[in-house]
């Protein structure tokens, strides 16, 4: 069956970094999308990155230029390098993984990691 499992989070002062880590398997990593988002709490969830399975990124604005994703085909595994951190990054963070083709759509999620930033 399909996993996706984070780690990395944790807590960290503002201005700090810290690096998360998603390992897919069941998927053929190289053809999905993988997204990070993330989910604070008595908010809903929202998107934070993307790398499509071409190396493409795109970022949130609120995060673009403190964090870089990026993507290992040979080991399945997304990073969110997060830098400069902020108590409003303060989430529950997810990794996803999305493909969609003619035979349909494919959409998988792990389960989160929290991630505290303290002022």
């Known amino acids: 069956q399909v996993q996706l499992v984070e780690s990395g989070g944790g807590l960290v002062q503002a201005g700090g970094s810290l690096r998360l880590s998603c390992a897919a398997s069941?998927?053929?990593?190289?053809?999905?999308?993988m997204h990070w988002y993330r989910q604070a709490p008595g908010k809903q969830r929202e998107w934070v990155a993307l790398?499509?399975?071409?190396?493409?990124?795109n970022y949130a604005s609120s995060v673009k230029g403190r964090f870089t994703i990026s993507r290992d085909n040979a080991k399945n595994t997304v990073t969110l390098q997060m830098n400069s951190l902020k108590p409003e990054d303060t989430a529950v963070y997810y990794c996803?993984?999305?493909?969609?083709?003619?035979?349909?759509?494919?959409?998988?999620w792990g389960q989160g990691t929290q991630v505290t930033v303290s002022s």
């Open positions: 996803n993984a999305y493909n969609a083709d003619a035979r349909g759509r494919r959409d998988y």
């Open positions: 790398i499509t399975s071409g190396g493409s990124t």
């Open positions: 069941g998927i053929i990593f190289s053809m999905y999308a």
